[in-house]
């Protein structure tokens, strides 16, 4: 039974309460309407105890290992002192809604680590495969006192904007001695990377990946940097053998003192603040726009009318969203 106080919520997560930290992400990934409530006020009492954490973004090729990566990664972090989150997300079926939440299977030593958090969370089809309730739930993570936050991603292959836009530093982990080195990942994404890491390079896979790496130091200085106080390097390393995973660590911590230096830390994690922002009212206009009596009405008809091929989808759209009134009844026609 989920308890409906807020404070009860907001004190375990705080003490760090392994249980309640569950439960609070449970309650913000809900879609229920108390639910959503509830969630809201814990939010907004754990908000002055977040924004401390290092925001780590971790994307990247199918089969370039990151679940391996991270859990070598969060092991070397943990052997340093650290405590980290992993907000993992899982692809969901776009059938079912099903999804395979395997991460701690693939982490089978950071799952057990005291000083680690594993959140499986399917992506629900959001596009990026990001969760659509990730961002609050990494700020819950902070509150907890975890001093590393990671986000993996589902991989390349669909917009990652939504992951970068959350984070502060943007990892781009990719393979060697797969074909054309480019192929696979958008332009896009290389324009959002802080950093180009090219996995697996260990044994016989040592001179292609240095090959790659090449390859995509040359394709990133055709790009202009998104900031004008980091150029994104290009490293090689190795989940398995650990070599390059300090280097990786390193190269986030120079980015980390380079922005904050310069300003742009604190200017941009006030623009994502804002574009969050627009993103939940968004979401919320379309939640509610769907919830509109009037509209919940017309709809199903609507929809008929467009996957018979009746109606173009244009005019449906505009009928819908202009049959509204300034008091929000519905028009007659």
Not at 151 to 174: H, K, N, P, R, W
Request: hydrophobic share 40%; with cysteine; proline share 5%.
């Amino acid at each position: 039974m989920l308890s409906q106080d807020p404070q009860f919520y907001v004190d375990g997560v705080l003490a760090g309460n392994r249980r309640v930290l569950a439960k609070t992400i449970t309650l913000v990934e809900s879609t229920h309407p108390e639910h959503q409530r509830l969630a809201m006020a814990i939010l907004e009492r754990l908000a002055p105890h977040t924004g401390d954490a290092v925001r780590l973004g971790i994307t990247g090729v199918p089969g370039v290992g990151k679940s391996t990566f991270i859990e070598a990664f969060g092991m070397q972090r943990i052997a340093e002192g650290l405590s980290l989150a992993v907000l993992a997300v899982d692809p969901s079926s776009t059938r079912s809604g099903g999804s395979i939440l395997a991460d701690k299977t693939r982490m089978e030593r950071l799952s057990i680590e005291p000083d680690a958090f594993i959140r499986p969370s399917p992506s629900s089809g959001t596009l990026g495969g990001v969760a659509r309730k990730t961002r609050e739930s990494m700020l819950v993570c902070e509150a907890a006192g975890f001093d590393l936050i990671v986000v993996e991603t589902v991989g390349v292959g669909q917009s990652e904007t939504t992951v970068a836009s959350m984070v502060d530093f943007f990892l781009v982990l990719m393979l060697a001695g797969a074909g054309d080195e480019l192929q696979g990942i958008k332009k896009g994404v290389l324009e959002l990377a802080d950093a180009v890491v090219i996995n697996k390079a260990d044994g016989e896979n040592v001179r292609p990946a240095e090959l790659a790496r090449r390859q995509y130091e040359n394709a990133l200085h055709l790009l202009m940097p998104a900031s004008a106080h980091w150029s994104p390097p290009v490293r090689t390393c190795s989940a398995r053998t650990l070599d390059g995973l300090d280097q990786i660590w390193r190269l986030v911590g120079d980015h980390r003192e380079r922005m904050r230096v310069s300003g742009e830390f604190e200017t941009k994690r006030r623009r994502q603040d804002l574009a969050w922002m627009w993103d939940l009212i968004e979401e919320g206009l379309r939640a509610r726009f769907r919830r509109h009596p009037g509209i919940r009405d017309q709809l199903p008809r609507i929809e008929r009318e467009v996957a018979a091929g009746r109606l173009p989808a244009t005019m449906a759209a505009h009928r819908l969203l202009f049959s509204l009134d300034s008091e929000g009844a519905v028009y007659k026609e």
